[in-house]
């Protein structure tokens, strides 16, 4: 049999040694990704039988899908395990299971343009440009607001921005959680500042991508779910439960998605998912990253670290104690070091890789 793989038609065996070689690169590649916090102690095999199946999860996870090889039951356990993280009664929540950050970092501020299709959009420039991006690609008016040294957003800038634009509603994309820093808006200050400005119709969207699974397993987090003001959240699922695939998860108020249209059956109605097809495996992951794990011991429900935040907790972890992190590199024979913003790790090649931390010291 032959299959045709770039310009010219591969035999199986060929096939088989490029896949082979992508996967010692990947296996490789794997081992230097200090910096980049992707937890990768997770273990989905018992899930495989699953990709000999066309699953899709078109439609709201909320509604009977006539697309009936679907895991929407499981997304609707994942939106409600994640409300409660992010301080939601799973009753008052809808989201669903997305490609990652980004995606919900577009369902959000695509809901708020439904509510307020003449908006001023602001957020910082520490924010992550998948912002940036989604803001454009709505055609949405925007104003870039200062940063802080720390990364959180310079907070006069912002009120003299959204005092001078008084006239119309405001959204402020917050950060929980910069790339580079971890800085994490304070979002009861952004709700007095539109309050002081008597800025009634305004919406909060939370770019969790990086902290939205690191604050709920922390002692005394900064305010960052809907308890401190956010109208939505949009949280990575590659990064501190890990996944072999992006995901993530975006979740908004059913009041909020109501008022911007969205309520009612019609696939690709306003406010329904910004992509047409859906996630169908991740559900399943997340359910299953709960269980223990091969890597290491997640402990029980009900003991200290149980569920997400165990994984997530182990990540937290190594990102507090960089040295923690750099002996576990070391135990698995590669040497690693930490200095200001940026990791060093040597491979036994000699060869240096350099990766960006993100800056846990917020979350310290
Ligand atoms: C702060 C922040 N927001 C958004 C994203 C984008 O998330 P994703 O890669 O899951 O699309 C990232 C990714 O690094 C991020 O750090």
């Not at 950050?101 to 602001?122: D, H, Q, S």
């Not at 808006?185 to 400005?197: E, F, Y």
């Not at 401190?228 to 998860?249: E, F, Y």
Request: hydrophobic share 35%; charged share 20%.
């Amino acid at each position: 049999m032959t299959a045709t793989l770039g310009p010219t038609a591969l035999s199986e065996p060929e096939i088989q040694a490029r896949l082979d070689e992508l996967m010692d690169e990947v296996k490789s590649a794997s081992q230097m990704q200090v910096g980049y916090p992707t937890n990768q102690t997770y273990e989905y095999k018992g899930l495989s039988s699953f990709l000999d199946y066309s699953i899709n999860n078109v439609g709201d996870p909320f509604h009977e899908s006539n697309y009936r090889s679907n895991t929407h039951a499981f997304e609707r356990e994942v939106i409600a395990h994640f409300a409660g993280l992010m301080r939601i009664r799973p009753e008052d929540a809808w989201g669903y299971v997305t490609s990652g950050g980004t995606e919900g970092n577009m369902y959000g501020p695509y809901l708020a343009r439904e509510l307020f299709p003449n908006a001023m959009f602001y957020f910082s420039e520490e924010t992550h440009y998948s912002v940036l991006k989604n803001v454009r690609v709505l055609n949405a008016r925007y104003i870039m607001i200062k940063r802080q040294d720390d990364g959180e957003i310079d907070y006069d800038d912002l009120h003299e921005m959204i005092r001078v634009n008084r006239d119309v509603p405001a959204v402020i994309m917050a950060n929980v959680g910069t790339t580079m820093r971890g800085a994490v808006d304070n979002i009861p200050r952004l709700r007095d500042i539109l309050t002081d400005l008597a800025v009634t119709n305004s919406y909060i969207h939370a770019d969790a991508a990086l902290s939205g699974m690191i604050l709920p397993f922390v002692d005394d987090p900064q305010p960052f779910g809907f308890d401190a003001g956010i109208d939505s959240v949009s949280v990575s699922g590659h990064k501190m439960i890990g996944a072999p695939l992006p995901c993530g998860v975006v979740l908004t108020k059913k009041t909020a998605r109501r008022a911007g249209g969205a309520g009612h059956r019609v696939r690709g109605s306003a406010g329904h998912h910004v992509v047409g097809v859906a996630e169908c495996l991740h559900p399943a992951f997340a359910v299953a990253s709960v269980r223990p794990q091969r890597r290491r011991r997640i402990p029980p429900a009900g003991e200290k670290g149980a569920g997400h935040g165990g994984v997530c907790g182990g990540t937290v972890q190594r990102t507090r104690h960089p040295g923690v992190a750099a002996q576990e590199f070391r135990h698995g024979g590669v040497s690693a070091s930490r200095a200001g913003g940026v990791s060093e790790v040597a491979d036994g090649s000699g060869g240096r890789h350099h990766a960006h931390h993100h800056d846990a010291a917020r979350h310290a």
